[in-house]
């Protein structure tokens, strides 16, 4: 299944603009891999994007690792949009 983001979701503070496309691709992810399996670091996952011709590549493997290195940082809400997906280092 792929998700389609608003583009205007992608605007705001640093971590509104690093947790949406992030969370899509994660879930994008989750959806047809699982949980369970590990994210490799150099994963583009490419997600939808209202208004885009192209799909936008998110460089998923990157996101997870700087995300689970500055989780403290995000909000509860955030938090919890990646614990909803079963991930253990949420």
């Known amino acids: 299944m792929?998700?389609?983001?608003?583009?205007s979701s992608m605007i705001g503070s640093y971590t509104e603009r690093f947790t949406v496309p992030g969370?899509?691709?994660?879930?994008?992810?989750?959806?047809?891999?699982?949980?369970?399996?590990?994210?490799?670091?150099?994963?583009g996952e490419p997600i939808a994007?209202?208004?885009?011709?192209?799909p936008v590549i998110v460089?998923?493997?990157?996101?997870?690792?700087?995300?689970?290195a500055r989780r403290?940082?995000?909000?509860?809400d955030q938090l919890a949009a990646i614990a909803a997906l079963d991930v253990d280092w949420a």
């Open 59 to 68: 460089k998923l493997g990157v996101w997870i690792s700087n995300t689970r």
């Open 49 to 54: 994007v209202d208004g885009e011709a192209q």
């Open 2 to 7: 792929s998700l389609v983001i608003d583009a």
């Open 72 to 76: 403290e940082k995000l909000a509860a």
């Open 23 to 43: 969370l899509a691709a994660l879930t994008q992810w989750v959806e047809r891999e699982g949980a369970d399996r590990a994210v490799p670091r150099g994963r």
